[in-house]
């Protein structure tokens, strides 16, 4: 279980340096547009990452 914890990490984090990597004027765009958000735009965005997340997982399953 652990292994598999720290796979999706991994694979979290290289998804996650994706962007930045390929295309860092893009991705500080993003960002600054992230920054301008309220904080319950960001909570929405982070919940429906969140179920997202989980209904793929559930799918895989």
Not at 7 to 18: D, K
């Given at each position: ?17 994706l ?9 500080r ?20 990452s ?12």
């Amino acid at each position: 279980m652990w292994d598999d914890l720290l796979r999706a990490l991994a694979l979290m984090l290289v998804i996650e340096g994706l962007l930045p990597f390929i295309s860092p004027a893009r991705w500080r765009s993003v960002f600054e547009q992230a920054l301008k958000l309220n904080d319950g735009q960001l909570r929405f965005i982070g919940l429906s990452s969140m179920v997202a997340g989980l209904l793929l997982l559930a799918a895989a399953l």
